[in-house]
């Protein structure tokens, strides 16, 4: 098996660098055509991978950066800021979490079979 991870010069720079196996649940259309060990290619429409993107990595960004901005504002010490941009992820990814089922209905994986 080879896997796509081990040409890309990236590799050092992603979570997918690790290439192990991976399981993923997703609603296919036609189960007949697919059996249990056979080879697939997995994969996901663009503007899915940036809504991803969005919600990881952007918007958790941007709320550490906005909650300094008001920790500056209102001359919080240097501590006090740091701890609130951090105190302020845990509720977000608790909702991300809260929220996993939704996502997993809206995103779409475009499952064919291997050609090897």
């Known amino acids: 098996m080879v896997s796509a991870c081990s040409s890309c010069e990236l ?3 992603c979570n997918m660098g ?3 196996e991976r399981h993923i649940s997703a609603a296919v259309n ?6 249990i060990g056979d080879k697939v290619n997995i994969g996901i429409d ?7 993107v969005f919600y990881a990595y952007i918007l ?3 709320l550490v950066l906005t909650t300094i901005a008001i920790g500056e504002y209102h001359q919080w010490t240097e501590i006090s800021t740091g701890i609130s941009a951090i105190i302020i992820l845990i509720p977000y990814y608790l909702g991300l979490f809260l929220t996993q089922k939704y996502f997993q209905i809206h995103f779409k994986y475009i499952i064919n ?3 090897e």
């Open 113 to 115: 079979k291997s050609s």
């Open 30 to 35: 036609e189960p007949h055509i697919f059996n």
């Open 46 to 52: 663009s503007r899915f991978g940036f809504t991803a």
């Open 60 to 62: 958790p960004l941007m």
């Open 18 to 20: 690790e290439c192990k």
């Open 11 to 13: 590799k050092k720079h």
